[in-house]
């Protein structure tokens, strides 16, 4: 029974997670028990065991089920004992032959199929994101380490840090690309951590030859992780191997995290992808949308469907795709073309959602929280220099974020005259040229407004 059964899995599974991710993962795994309930798998390492369980372990867990094993339990025991004393002593007998090639063991996040290079559009918020990521996928001489990308929810970094991965994968074979969100090179550490094998974990660590780590603020105020992190960074560094880090932020910006590896993080080029425009929606929409009406034959798309999504979900690059989605999978339920109206209608939740406009109120609040005075000052007389700086920055954001008239808002800031909101507004303008820190500042306001 369990041969047979572990085969008809193991087919599920190739089609689900993918040729990559199978040869890695699943193929290696050897099912040794099928008892009451618990299926046992040998594994080569603890951490290994550990990695398909959480990652692979319902869906295992599932095709089992629907080939009629009933499994209510997952247990993995390694076979071949790693130096340092796993936690699981080896059951049965060790086979003779223990498929591990050296990649085995890296514990590479699954990367997704559809992030390539091919289907990320490129527009001018993210250019240089890409033109970067570009030039470390050709892999060769490291031009800049780290190559560090921020930028706001859904704006393309994950799928970047992917595409580099497949670029690398495809070009050099040989090369140990590992890709990992901050989130699991924690969560490896501390395992290690636990299983005191952590000298198996730094030697993992240090011996790839492209590491690309994802949504790194995670490890702000976690600071054994970040210890290690910057150790790990550093050997690697020094070993001149490439080093790819991603946040929501620019590493200045991460709180809670320590200066020697902010300033670790600033030393490479760092890029930040930009809010989505106009031309860059309206060009992911269209690529997205060639590829539906392959998917469904057929469906019709009127003009001037897509200019309008493009147009009204401005939030983030993750909303317009899944608007896209339902929009195509709605049309071909109803067998209705898609036009403006059932737009309209199977997308309002999203729309209204969207339209959410920046007030006035709100700006002032992000400005006094941002630079600290109180909110009642940013609408009050004083005029001291720390506090009329920020108001007359809150009033450059009004004009350019709201559709209010120099009047309006000169009355939301306690009644000024719209001469002195056009002064304000001025004097932010010139100081924006001349003061790198003052136009950084508006445009992570501009960010978080938005946001
Ligand atoms: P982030 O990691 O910055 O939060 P992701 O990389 O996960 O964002 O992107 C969110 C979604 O938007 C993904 O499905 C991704 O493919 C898509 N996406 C983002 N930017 C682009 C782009 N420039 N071209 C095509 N798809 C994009
Ligand atoms: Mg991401």
């Not at 620019?250 to 809670?256: L, R």
């Not at 060009?283 to 147009?311: N, T």
């Not at 108001?391 to 209010?404: S, V």
Request: charged share 25%.
């Amino acid at each position: 029974m369990t041969k047979e059964t572990w085969v008809k899995v193991k087919a599920e599974l190739l089609k689900q997670v993918g040729k990559n991710n199978f040869v890695t993962w699943i193929e290696p795994l050897t099912l040794s028990h099928l008892k009451n309930g618990t299926a046992r798998f040998e594994v080569p390492t603890t951490f290994f065991g550990d990695w398909v369980k959480r990652n692979y372990g319902d869906h295992i867990q599932s095709h089992m089920n629907g080939v009629g094993a009933a499994v209510e339990r997952l247990e993995f025991v390694v076979v071949q004992a790693a130096a340092n004393a796993p936690s699981l002593k080896p059951v049965g007998r060790v086979p003779d032959r223990v498929a591990k090639r050296p990649e085995d063991d890296l514990p590479s996040a699954p990367l997704d199929a559809r992030f390539t290079f091919d289907s990320f559009v490129v527009g001018k918020p993210n250019e240089l994101a890409h033109a970067a990521a570009r030039r470390v996928a050709e892999g060769g001489p490291v031009a800049f380490n780290p190559l560090f990308l921020y930028g706001g929810v859904g704006l393309g970094k994950t799928h970047l840090m992917h595409a580099i991965a497949h670029e690398l994968n495809a070009r050099e074979p040989e090369l140990r690309v590992l890709y990992l969100s901050a989130e699991q090179f924690m969560y490896r550490f501390v395992q290690s951590l636990r299983d005191r094998s952590v000298m198996d974990f730094k030697g993992l660590f240090r011996s790839v030859d492209v590491l690309m780590v994802d949504d790194v603020q995670f490890i702000a105020g976690k600071d054994s992780t970040q210890e290690e992190f910057f150790h790990t960074f550093n050997a690697l560094v020094d070993q001149n191997k490439q080093i790819v880090i991603s946040a929501d932020r620019a590493p200045g910006e991460i709180k809670d995290l320590e200066e020697r590896i902010k300033s670790r993080l600033q030393c490479g080029l760092v890029v930040d992808l930009h809010p989505t425009d106009y031309e860059l929606r309206l060009g992911i929409l269209q690529q997205k949308a060639e590829y539906y009406r392959g998917q469904y034959r057929g469906l019709q798309i009127a003009a001037g469907v897509l200019e309008f999504l493009a147009h009204r979900i401005t939030t983030n690059v993750r909303v317009l795709e899944g608007a896209l989605t339902r929009l195509f999978a709605f049309a071909s339920l109803v067998g209705r073309e898609i036009n403006l109206e059932l737009t309209q209608d199977c997308l309002s939740d999203i729309l209204r959602a969207s339209d959410r406009k920046v007030t006035i109120e709100e700006i002032q609040r992000r400005v006094a929280e941002h630079y600290n005075v109180r909110l009642s000052d940013m609408v009050g007389p004083k005029r001291l220099r720390t506090i009329a700086r920020p108001r007359q920055i809150a009033m450059y954001l009004a004009k350019q974020l709201t559709p209010r008239s120099l009047p309006e808002i000169g009355r939301r800031f306690g009644g000024r005259d719209h001469t002195t909101i056009m002064h304000g507004i001025r004097k932010i303008e010139e100081l924006m040229a001349t003061d790198s820190q003052m136009s950084d500042d508006l445009q992570m306001l501009r960010r978080q407004l938005q946001g």
